[in-house]
């Protein structure tokens, strides 16, 4: 928490008439990152002024984290469908190439909102993106936002602005993480590209419940390795992994249909089916659920 600003500036976007989710503004990473250049004047690794210019990705250096994806806003939509519906329960959650991390936050609001004596629906979420700085610049700060939100809006003083900056101050940072231990809430950060580094940090000592990824199929090359990781955050449990996409990338190469036959190649036990698709004017796009196949007969 300490490298994050004393002041963050937040517009808040609205994907649903119930889900409103505060973002860090890309303006507010810039100035950050033009403060701590002066200070330190030495500093090598400008990747992420690559990601507040016009190129939304450069391979081996920046992966797009800093922006919101409309997948993302899909993902968001369908989870809130899903979790209104079933009052499905997922105690760990995973997100691969979080970025901005809507799908985490939606979910994360959620178990803000349980109170503290109920069962919370989420209590460990680890967040991985390609950049160690996209999780310190809009990760971290919009999970801040969140909190904040729904701790003001528990409070009928004042409504919630829809743009403003937050002030962070140290009693909020205390707050924030007192009610996080509170409520059992564990927050991991991982950072690095998919492959067999990225699944051995992720092999957890139990499989995660819900494994989520949005625009993270679009190269061909890098497909397969993300596949390895959801696959190996899963195995051995009942959980599953939801995948928004768009149906294909043109000028990259990816596409939905790619990714499930990787799947499929890579794990035959895999139960996978389109949950959800989008056919507006464009390229469509298709959330992918990946889950294992019952071995067990079913009694009755």
């Known amino acids: 928490m300490t490298r994050i600003p004393r002041n963050i500036s937040y517009a808040t976007i609205s994907i649903t008439p119930t889900v409103l989710i505060p973002r860090r503004e890309l303006y507010d990473v810039r100035m950050q990152l033009m403060d701590e250049d002066e200070l330190n004047r030495d500093r090598s690794d400008r990747s992420m002024i690559v990601g507040l210019g016009r190129e939304d990705i450069r391979t081996s250096l920046y992966e797009g984290g800093l922006k919101s994806w409309e997948c993302s806003v899909d993902l968001v939509r369908h989870l809130a469908s899903l979790y209104k519906q079933t009052g499905q329960e997922s105690k760990k959650v995973l997100e691969l190439g979080c970025g901005t991390s809507l799908p985490s936050l939606f979910l994360f609001q959620t178990t803000l909102r349980a109170a503290k004596t109920t069962k919370h629906p989420f209590t460990h979420f680890t967040l991985a993106d390609y950049n160690l700085e996209v999780l ?32 962070v101050t140290e009693a909020l940072t205390v707050a924030f993480l007192s009610d996080l231990c509170g409520r059992g809430i564990v927050l991991d950060f991982i950072s690095g590209g998919w492959g067999t580094e990225m699944t051995e940090l992720l092999k957890p000592a139990s499989p ?66 389109i949950v959800r698709e989008e056919k507006e004017a464009g390229v469509g796009r298709s959330i992918v659920e990946i889950s294992n196949k019952s071995d067990e007969p079913h009694s009755g």
């Open 136 to 167: 310190r610049l809009v990760t971290l700060p919009n999970i801040l936002l969140s909190w904040a939100m729904l701790n003001h809006l528990s409070s009928p003083s004042e409504p919630w602005e829809l743009e403003g900056d937050l002030d």
């Open 208 to 273: 995660y419940d819900l494994a989520l990824g949005s625009e993270t199929i679009y190269s061909p090359s890098t497909t397969p390795l993300f596949t390895d990781v959801l696959l190996e955050a899963l195995k051995g449990g009942e959980g599953s992994g939801l995948v928004a996409a768009k149906q294909i990338y043109f000028g990259v190469g990816g596409s939905v249909t790619d990714f499930v036959n990787i799947v499929r190649s890579k794990d035959s036990n895999a139960q996978i089916q």
